[in-house]
């Protein structure tokens, strides 16, 4: 079973950045696509970004209004959630979440489309 385990989260004052990571140690995740998600309380869960298996194509919602992005290397079987000018109401728990993927050149924001996730990490935005 595809465990995947989240990084990075914390309390950050509005307007800072935090850098996210998902990883596993058992499998290597060069052939699934990646996607981040999060999920407030009482809100559903929903999708901020994703990155196809080779890294070439990153999906971006457009609700983040460009402060947030993926990334990812394949050699360290990492992927990354760069998030920059934060808000309060980003405060949520962060989720990574992969689906074999190998050779497609698009990925999805829709959380019914992952196959395995993490356990999530808790960014907290205030001052």
């Known amino acids: 079973q595809l465990q995947l385990v989240e990084s990075g989260g914390g309390l950050v004052q509005p307007g800072g950045s935090l850098r996210l990571s998902c990883t596993t140690s058992?499998?290597?995740?060069?052939?699934?696509?990646i996607g981040w998600f999060r999920q407030a309380p009482g809100k559903e869960r929903e999708g901020v970004s994703c990155?196809?298996?080779?890294?070439?194509?990153?999906f971006n919602a457009m609700s983040m209004n460009g402060r947030s992005t993926s990334s990812r290397d394949n050699t360290k079987n990492t992927i990354y959630l760069q998030m920059s000018s934060l808000k309060p109401e980003d405060t949520a728990v962060y989720y990574c979440?992969?689906?074999?993927?190998?050779?497609?050149?698009?990925?999805?924001?829709?959380?019914?489309?992952?196959?395995?996730w993490g356990q999530g990490t808790q960014v907290t935005v205030s001052s």
């Open positions: 990155v196809t298996y080779s890294g070439s194509n990153v």
């Open positions: 058992r499998f290597t995740l060069d052939k699934h696509a």
């Open positions: 979440a992969a689906v074999l993927a190998f050779g497609q050149a698009v990925c999805s924001l829709r959380p019914e489309t992952y196959d395995y």
